[in-house]
């Protein structure tokens, strides 16, 4: 069984591999065919190349934030991850982006979201924005058992909602200029689950790479 593992693990890598080295190439021949567009003064053409060209770069983009998935917390499992990137649409989808689900025994949903760029990667200021005036709307006894506070994970400053009537809630962080990354949970019982997957996360490489 395990010299069967082991090629089929390298397999899999080499593919990988070869796949984002394909991706690349597409990159850069549409960059090259829009450059020969350009210059006979075939712009909308052009356009389109770069378009495509563009797509793929955040098709590369999304498939290296896979490897910043964290692992589950303790009691969960890891369902499915996956990574997206957004091409034209990335001004309000983000460029790229990479989601994991989890779940436990009990029946507790946890879902992680990375996205670069857009307005989805600005959704950890968005949600320290929305903190402000949630504290005020608690300070005049609204709220409806919702509570939101703001948490530290390994230097990082999140953003977190629970609302103990629905057991759900929302753990968001701006990492860096245009990366959010955002965790949501439901059917659990306290905000402690979404603080635990954050500090799976290794946020300062995150931010480094992206």
Not at 162 to 173: D, E, I, K, V
Request: glycine share 12%; proline share 2%; hydrophobic share 35%.
């Amino acid at each position: 069984m395990k010299k069967f593992i082991l090629p089929l693990a390298l397999t899999l890598a080499l593919a990988s591999t070869g796949y984002a080295e394909d991706i690349q190439t597409e990159a850069i021949d549409s960059l090259s065919t829009a450059r020969t567009f350009v210059e006979k003064g075939k712009y909308n053409k052009a356009i389109e190349e770069i378009n495509y060209a563009l797509a793929k770069i955040n098709e590369l983009t999304a498939s290296g934030l896979i490897k910043f998935i964290p692992d589950p917390p303790s009691g969960f499992t890891l369902d499915n991850k996956q990574s997206q990137g957004s091409g034209t649409g990335a001004s309000i989808a983000g460029s790229a982006g990479a989601s994991a689900a989890y779940s436990d025994a009990k029946g507790s949903h946890l879902n992680l979201n990375i996205a670069i760029g857009g307005i989805t990667g600005k959704m950890g200021s968005l949600a320290a924005l929305g903190q402000m005036f949630a504290g005020m709307a608690q300070q005049q006894g609204g709220g409806g058992g919702e509570q939101t506070r703001q948490i530290r994970v390994k230097g990082y400053t999140g953003t977190e909602i629970f609302n103990n009537q629905n057991r759900s809630g929302t753990l968001s962080f701006q990492v860096g200029d245009k990366t959010s990354v955002t965790i949501e949970g439901t059917d659990i019982d306290s905000p402690d689950i979404l603080k635990q997957l954050a500090k799976n996360m290794d946020f300062a490489s995150l931010e480094e790479n992206y």
